[in-house]
Structure formats: structure tokens, C-alpha cells
């Protein structure tokens, strides 16, 4: 098999990015945004924490 190298690769690439985005939908279910800039300055805030801005 010639390109075992390059599906093993691709595999652990694949599983990286998974990771990364399961990770993120887990944090979103657990109440913790994504929000960097401190939000309490942030002009988006309502989109971060819809709950706060009632």
C-alpha cells in the first residue's frame, strides 16, 4: 500500500479537527461562549449572551 503514509496522516488530521470542533459544540451545551473580547464591552453581546441582554 503506497500511500499508507499519507492516509495515516489524513487520519490523524481528521481526528485533530473533530476533536477541535467537538470540543466546541461541548463548551456551547456548557453555557461557556466563545467570546474573547471581555464582552462587557463587546457590541455583540446580546449574540454571546442572548439571556443577560433582557
Given at each position: 500500500?503506497?500511500?499508507l503514509s499519507t492516509l495515516l496522516v489524513g487520519l490523524v488530521v481528521l481526528a485533530i479537527f473533530v476533536a477541535i470542533?467537538?470540543?466546541g459544540i461541548y463548551n456551547?451545551?456548557?453555557g461557556k461562549g466563545g467570546?474573547?473580547?471581555g464582552c462587557d464591552q463587546c457590541p455583540?453581546?446580546?449574540l454571546c449572551?442572548?439571556?443577560e441582554s433582557r
Open positions: 500500500m503506497p500511500n470542533v467537538a470540543r456551547r451545551k456548557q467570546c474573547a473580547c455583540g453581546r446580546g449572551h442572548p439571556e
